[in-house]
């Protein structure tokens, strides 16, 4: 069986900057096993199958995996197949927005223009989060090979995908890091994390932060672009006072290190709730066999 199959880059408009991922628009008969063998042939950040919608409101249902795993939620996974659906005509926006299916529930995104131009975006499941307590913070820094900022002290946030935030002092910093691979999958696994997530702030005249993304428990050794690692980062400016009073709107870039240029836009409502988005441009349309 032909299963049609599209990689679209996330966070850019202009191919082969942003972060793949790999669509199977036609995921029906696939069992699990065959998921996450398809996912680790990829062998992208994460392998997208679409599926009928199981709850009636949803445009379409949704199974997201690593090279490893799967997980209940991803941004730039929904993002990207979000901008296959549509370009593949299998789903047509009600009043603006789509509604996906996936492991945490459903996830409103909202889809502004049309074409080249199309906007997307989602709207950050819920968060829970916890402060790393003293040694986990200094293990933390060990990985890193850095400090970290104690104020703004770094946290657990768990948005589906479950990542570990810190702030840095500088973007030079940030982007110098090498971190500790190894220390690394096993702080993952003790905390129950996807991976780790850490922020600079930009001087003025550029885009508000430079984020980078780490997921080496998930053979991801560093996502070029990653939304719930920007969410999350979101969240944790938000928990720790860090953004401005009312609602608030800021960019990120990301993927300097790995070739990228990903561009992020993120709204924070006073009230927490955050949306992610981005532009996004198909890069390999095809077939898969079998």
């Known amino acids: 069986m032909k299963r049609a199959y599209r990689v679209v880059d996330v966070f850019t408009k202009t191919p082969f900057t942003g972060n793949p991922v790999a669509v199977v628009l036609d995921a029906q008969g696939l069992d699990t096993p065959a998921m996450q063998a398809i996912a680790r042939w990829t062998n992208l950040s994460e392998t997208t199958f679409v599926l009928p ?3 009636a409101v949803a445009d379409y249902r949704l199974r997201i995996f690593t090279p490893r795993s ?5 941004g730039h996974p929904t993002l990207g197949s979000a901008h296959a659906v549509l370009e593949a005509g299998r ?5 603006g927005q789509l509604v996906q299916e996936c492991g945490v529930g459903l996830v409103a995104l909202k889809v502004e223009g049309c074409g080249a131009g199309r906007v997307l975006s989602f709207a950050l499941p819920p ?22 900022d104690r104020v703004a002290r770094p946290l657990r946030i ?30 993952e696994n003790r905390l129950g994390a ?4 850490v922020f600079a702030p930009h001087g003025e005249g550029r885009e508000d932060i430079e984020v980078r993304s780490f997921a080496f428990s998930q053979g991801v050794a560093e ?8 969410g999350s980062v979101a969240v944790f400016g938000h928990v720790h006072g860090l953004l401005p009073p009312g609602l608030v709107h800021y ?13 992020v836009k993120v709204q924070v409502a006073p009230d927490g709730a955050v949306q992610v988005g981005g532009q996004c441009v198909s890069t390999v349309e095809g077939y898969l066999a079998g």
Do not use: H, K, M, Y
Request: negative net charge; glycine residues 12%; contains cysteine.
């Open 91 to 95: 789903a047509t926006p009600r009043n």
């Open 194 to 197: 996807t991976g780790i997530s």
């Open 127 to 148: 968060a829970s989060q916890t402060a790393l307590d003293e040694a986990d913070t200094q293990e933390l820094e060990a990985i890193l090979g850095v400090g970290v």
């Open 223 to 230: 996502d070029p672009v990653c939304g719930s690692g920007n």
């Open 70 to 74: 799967e997980l209940p939620f991803a």
């Open 158 to 187: 768990d948005v589906g995908p479950v990542w570990i935030v810190a702030r840095l002092a500088g973007v030079e910093q940030l982007l110098a890091l090498q971190p500790d691979s190894a220390r690394s999958v096993v702080f």
């Open 53 to 55: 919608p199981q709850n």
């Open 251 to 263: 960019s990120a870039t990301q993927g300097r290190c790995v070739g990228r240029a990903g561009r």
